[in-house]
């Protein structure tokens, strides 16, 4: 495997990411949204308007996630920072809610809530080295303490369903689960 690197997504690398995700966005013209924008408004919204709200995002405030690199192509991302940046998974109606209600507003509570692999790259492991970097991103900002909600099997291992991730990486980082309010997706927890 070739030696992964990690940067954090600032507006200087947008291109990169743009480069990444695709003319299609990743997923189904996503642009990592998915997450950060109510359903209610994100269906009247088109990849373009999705991608310009990403991009957006990152120019205006801190990385809101790490891009992996092998030599100078971008091949991984990982969404990464506070919970409270990502409505949808605080929703009561999700299985990533928080634990305590209050963990959705702390700063200090974050969460690895998408990776997205380019598709000649997936398979190779990077998503343990995304996971790690994620981690290690989030400690040294402040976090305390860093959550996922992986999916536990997919029928296939190159699976979009895996853009949460699998809960053998969560478990090889040392998250150990709190909570399972659906089978087969457990809200893991690591405490920094």
Known sequence: MEELKTL???????????RLFG???ACYGCWCTYLRIPTSERKLMDGEAKKQFMKGRVVAGSPPGILGYIGERPVAWA???PRAELPKWNSLKTVSRPID????ADPSVWAVSCFFMSARDRGKGYSHKMLS??????????ARI???????RTK???SVGLCVGSLRIFEAAGFSEVAKRKEGRPLMRLVL
């Open 8 to 18: 954090a997504l600032t507006p200087d690398r947008w291109g990169d990411f743009e």
């Open 23 to 25: 003319p299609s966005g």
């Open 79 to 81: 969404q990464v920072g």
């Open 101 to 104: 209600p209050e963990d959705a």
């Open 133 to 142: 970097a994620a981690v290690e991103y989030a400690r040294i900002s402040g």
């Open 146 to 152: 860093v959550e996922g909600c992986p999916i536990e």
């Open 156 to 158: 296939q291992s190159k």
